[in-house]
């Protein structure tokens, strides 16, 4: 089982940068693929961002391709969504989850892939 806690949101400006940390509870974190979604008010959960179990693999939303890092790491139990030339459109809920099941071959898109997910934490990005 895997307990995961979201820290690093906050408010900034359009341009600006904000990273986002999600740690991780469990001795098996680094079995797991793990996604970064994103809920704006009104709208559906979106997905952003996902990396694979061994960190060497990730794939992003169009949206967010250039400007937003997912990376992570194992020894720390914890990964990271460093996001850069940040939008009035990317105002939203972060969340990070883990793959329901250990050593996917496929980076999941769907929240429905993912069993375990943290609170969230707000970001705020005003024009």
């Known amino acids: 089982q895997v307990q995961l806690v979201e820290s690093g949101g906050g408010s900034v400006q359009a341009g600006g940068s904000l990273k986002l940390s999600c740690a991780a509870s469990?001795?098996?974190?680094?079995?797991?693929?793990m996604g970064w979604f994103r809920q704006a008010p009104g709208k559906e959960r979106e997905f952003v961002a996902a990396?694979?179990?061994?960190?060497?693999?990730?794939y992003y939303v169009d949206s967010v391709k250039g400007r937003f890092t997912i990376s992570r790491d194992n020894a720390e139990n914890a990964v990271y969504l460093q996001m850069d030339s940040l939008k009035p459109e990317d105002t939203a809920l972060y969340y990070c989850?883990?793959?329901?099941?250990?050593?996917?071959?496929?980076?999941?898109?769907?929240?429905?892939?993912?069993?375990?997910w943290g609170q969230g934490t707000q970001v705020t990005v005003s024009s």
């Open positions: 989850a883990a793959d329901s099941s250990s050593y996917g071959m496929l980076l999941r898109t769907s929240g429905n892939g993912y069993h375990y």
């Open positions: 469990g001795r098996t974190f680094s079995s797991y693929n």
């Open positions: 990396i694979n179990w061994r960190g060497s693999s990730t």
